[in-house]
């Protein structure tokens, strides 16, 4: 397992505005995950995309991996209050039950 | 179908106590990682069990042990309680085998040490 840096730290947007969230990391891998947590609460895993795929879509999210960059960008669509949450990536080097290492997240807050 | 749940909720504990935290996983999952996070930082991996056995360990002490029962549900037991041991402690279930890499996990244990 590898720990993913997430950037920004903290991300203030207006309710309807997209927000922007990316995930660096340092070696090869077969898969990246994000994960979401509304404050206080466990995480809950968005979406998964694997080191041959360079884009994802679930409902409003869009994923990008570029592994030249060693990079992922979560994109989240016309925003909602109910978006507010931390947001991390995981990176896996071999996938099945690896642990999974946490950055300390982007913090996303949308105002309404 | 029941997602992962965790007890208790909250827990307030002195310092030197010990104490011991439930997680039951999502059906059909046989593996239980733990997680521990502090205010302000992601989770930290603890360790994971599968088949009643630790299968990895993050970089914490022997005062955290765990436990896997046949029906897969898991126990994480803290002994000599600090300060610093106050966290958010979180549940985790998977599939060991079977190419589905997401976790599952539960709503947490909030651990005050005084």
């Known amino acids: 397992s590898q720990q993913g840096e997430e950037d920004p730290q903290a991300l203030s947007i207006q309710e309807g505005e997209n927000a922007t969230m990316n995930c660096s990391y340092k070696?090869?891998?077969?898969?990246l995950q994000w994960y979401r947590q509304n404050s206080g609460r466990g995480l809950v895993h968005l979406i998964l995309?694997?080191?041959?795929?360079r884009e994802k879509h679930s409902g409003r999210l869009r994923v990008t991996l570029d592994t030249s960059k060693k990079s992922s960008s979560l994109l989240i669509t016309a925003s909602r209050a109910a978006d507010t949450a931390s947001y991390f990536c995981?990176?896996?080097?071999?996938?099945?039950?690896?642990?999974?290492?946490f950055g300390k997240g982007t913090k996303l807050t949308v105002n309404p | 179908d029941a997602g992962v749940t965790q007890s208790p909720t909250h827990l307030i504990k002195t310092r030197g106590q010990q104490v011991t935290l439930r997680c039951s996983p999502k059906?059909?999952?046989?593996?239980v990682s733990w997680y521990q996070q502090a205010l302000g930082q992601g989770p930290q991996f603890i360790f994971q069990?599968?088949?009643?056995?630790?299968?990895q360990r993050g970089n914490f002490p022997d005062r955290f042990s765990g436990h896997q029962f046949p029906n897969y549900s898991s126990e994480l037991n803290v002994n000599a309680l600090l300060l610093g041991d106050s966290a958010l402690y979180l549940c985790?279930?998977?599939?060991?085998?079977?190419?589905?890499?997401?976790?599952?996990f539960g709503p947490g244990t909030r651990l005050t040490v005084t």
């Open positions: 995981a990176p896996l080097t071999q996938g099945g039950s690896e642990k999974l290492v």
């Open positions: 059906s059909g999952h046989d593996t």
């Open positions: 995309i694997r080191s041959n795929e």
């Open positions: 070696t090869s891998i077969n898969n």
């Open positions: 985790a279930s998977s599939l060991f085998r079977g190419g589905r890499y997401e976790q599952y």
């Open positions: 069990y599968y088949e009643e056995e630790e299968r």
